[in-house]
């Protein structure tokens, strides 16, 4: 089965500081890597994605992820926060169920704390 | 084109009361779901449907019932609350391929007495 690990709970940065999230999956299959942002009170709502190709990926609000394969990884990034980027952070692997279709898995999530 | 809508937003039951959490989708999507999200967990699944007809558990399903007659709509029953089934609900839909991003709806929050 996959799953997925996220290595922070809680990330506290001031603003301009640069920000990494990491994201480490396990999965045997080829998989599709998500990012995905819950604002307080709101529902998720996708940053960024990555099927194939560049594994850098350029999402909305300045955020990129890279997938690295060899690690099972895929870091979320963005050179310098802003307070409205407060939020809780979710990345997801789709990988394919066994069950005729594909499930997306959830890490557990990072809360991004963003002080003026 | 108004996405997913979930009713009702909030709802409060006591133990043992039953109720049906609402879903729709507008997008003519084949993949719907149901997750729960709990403070520490994550969100997980609890069932979700490839198409009219055609429903399976996820990896949280106990105490829950889909049905899914329509494109448009998958209901989440619960048959007796229990206070351990206290989370926000979210109901998502995508295309029925991996390389398709899903689309969520704004949450029912429930609280069980």
């Known amino acids: 089965a996959q799953s997925v690990s996220q290595h922070n709970h809680h990330v506290i940065l001031s603003e301009a500081a640069s920000l990494e999230l990491g994201c480490n999956y396990s999965y045997g299959g080829t998989v599709n890597l998500f990012w995905y942002v819950q604002y307080p009170g709101q529902h998720l709502q996708l940053l960024l994605k990555y099927f194939s190709g560049d594994p850098l990926v350029k999402g909305i609000k300045g955020f990129e992820a890279e997938f690295i394969k060899s690690k099972f990884s895929f870091n979320l990034r963005k050179p310098s926060v802003q307070w409205s980027d407060t939020a809780e952070y979710f990345c997801?692997?789709?990988?394919?169920?066994?069950?005729?279709?594909?499930?997306?898995?959830f890490g557990k999530g990072t809360k991004l704390s963003v002080i003026p | 084109n108004a996405g997913v809508t979930q009713t009702p937003k909030f709802q409060v039951l006591k133990t043992g009361q039953s109720m049906t959490l609402q879903c729709a989708q507008d997008m003519n999507h084949e993949y719907m779901s149901w997750y729960r999200q709990d403070p520490g967990m994550g969100l997980r699944l609890i069932h979700y449907s490839v198409g009219a007809g055609i429903t399976d558990q996820g990896e949280v399903p106990n105490g829950y019932n889909v049905s899914r007659s329509t494109t448009e709509d998958f209901p989440l029953r619960l048959l007796s609350a229990a206070p351990s089934q206290t989370s926000v609900y979210f109901c998502?839909?995508?295309?029925?391929?991996?390389?398709?991003?899903?689309?969520f709806g704004p949450g029912t929050r429930l609280t069980v007495t």
């Open positions: 998502a839909s995508r295309r029925e391929s991996s390389s398709y991003e899903q689309y």
């Open positions: 997801a692997v789709n990988g394919y169920s066994g069950a005729g279709s594909y499930q997306l898995t």
